[in-house]
């Protein structure tokens, strides 16, 4: 039995799930490579990718997949190559015009540039433009604040009944946070999470916004947000995004659609981190017991723990490179011009590089190994605030309470980008 076998053996809420997970692993290993796609959303819904990625690190770690749902593309499984694909800009490009940054190109009539889907030099100038917002003097002022709202949000909880963790708190603290970050009207501050999932959602899944009611909600976004920048771009500088924006002159002149793309990446990378990692890291504890107990008894190994939820959670599952050149990876050859997903998530359980990958242990010695942050150029702008953010929630957690229980499995997210969670049942014990 693989260490990761022996950890979902004992892993899942529901016996359903474990059924799940061992069909995956018989299908994994029975499977022809040449029919896996992992980017086929049933296998993120039901959590059974595991075992299709550990097969694709031992055999085939820079695998290329012919008959992917949006087109041919390469997969990179392992810690070092993702490394190595993501630490060279100059040969693997984020550019919105050849594709951007996830498997699935950007729409030909809907391009969105944003500072992340930019190479150097562009890309370095927008992301200076707003990099104030996470200075180690703002990021003290916020610290106070976030305490001040997972406070308030912890206290109006339920006790002895059941309740979505992922609307409560998840969706509530980090949209209160992005409305301060953009000044936004705090009463209209759910629509930040609605065009958050909107603008991730797959419309190619049944059930989901089509193509073209997606791109309405975005230009609705547009809309609400030109009326705020032109609110505040003949005002005095303001300590928010939106304001960042208009007067920084790298990124004042922007056209509307690049105005857009820079805020849809905001508000995602604001979002969907942070809420994910939230609803995951009280999941993990669940599923660990023997972690949770050793949580309650040294409430200081939060400090250690928020980054072991991070990696372990790997909010983001991928990002996508287009090749400039031909180039040597793992003795196979990518062309110029093919498309290469790094799978964060696969890189984060990989056994070469992180010691017992696929188990959740709190008192990590190196817990900040890991890729869920991406590296080189396009880091996670906003790494600290995320770590700051999940540090106070869990530190006002063991304040209130020894335990909250998870009654039941999540619903997960239908998309290979987004790792998340759309609900979490929970109780707070009496």
Request: glycine content about 6%; hydrophobic content about 40%; some cysteine.
């Amino acid at each position: 039995m693989t260490t990761w076998e022996a950890t979902m053996a004992t892993r899942a809420l529901d016996p359903e799930h474990g059924d799940a997970l061992d069909a995956a692993r018989r299908r994994a290993a029975s499977m022809p490579l040449s029919e896996l796609d992992m980017l086929d959303h049933d296998l993120w819904t039901s959590d059974t990718i595991w075992p299709y990625f550990e097969r694709l690190r031992d055999e085939s770690p820079v695998h290329y997949h012919e008959h992917g749902r949006f087109g041919p593309y390469w997969s990179i499984t392992r810690y070092a190559d993702i490394m190595a694909v993501d630490t060279n800009h100059a040969v693997f490009s984020s550019e919105a015009y050849l594709g951007g940054i996830t498997a699935r190109d950007m729409d030909k009539d809907f391009i969105l540039p944003m500072f992340i889907a930019m190479d150097p030099p562009k890309h370095d100038i927008q992301r200076k433009a707003v990099s104030p917002i996470v200075s180690p003097g703002n990021l003290a002022n916020l610290e106070v604040l976030i305490r001040e709202r997972a406070q308030a949000i912890f206290d109006g909880l339920p006790i002895g009944e059941t309740f979505d963790w992922v609307d409560r708190v998840s969706i509530e603290l980090t949209t209160q946070m992005l409305a301060t970050l953009f000044d936004f009207p705090w009463e209209d501050r759910r629509l930040l999470t609605f065009w958050s999932d909107r603008a991730t959602a797959d419309d190619t899944i049944p059930g989901n916004p089509t193509k073209e009611e997606r791109q309405g909600y975005m230009l609705d976004c547009l809309s609400y947000f030109t009326r705020l920048w032109n609110e505040r771009v003949n005002a005095p500088g303001g300590n928010d995004l939106v304001s960042m924006l208009a007067h920084n002159p790298a990124t004042r002149d922007m056209p509307p659609m690049e105005y857009l793309g820079n805020l849809l990446l905001l508000i995602i990378g604001g979002n969907d981190t942070t809420r994910n990692s939230i609803t995951g890291g009280l999941l993990f504890l669940n599923e660990n017991p023997a972690e949770y107990a050793k949580l309650r008894a040294n409430p200081a190994l939060v400090e250690s723990m928020v980054p072991e939820i991070i990696r372990y959670q790997t909010p983001l599952a991928h990002m996508r490179r287009t090749a400039l050149q031909d180039y040597e990876l793992g003795g196979k050859t990518i062309r110029k011009g093919d498309r290469v997903v790094m799978w964060y998530v696969s890189g984060n359980r990989d056994e070469r590089s992180i010691e017992r990958p696929d188990e959740f242990i709190i008192d990590r010695a190196r817990p900040r190994q890991h890729l869920s942050f991406g590296f080189g150029i396009h880091r996670c702008v906003g790494n600290r605030l995320a770590e700051m953010q999940l540090k106070i929630v869990w530190e006002e957690i063991l304040k209130r309470w020894p335990n909250i229980e998870v009654m039941s499995e999540p619903r997960r997210v239908s998309s290979a980008f987004v790792k998340g969670y759309e609900t979490l049942p929970v109780r707070i014990p009496a």
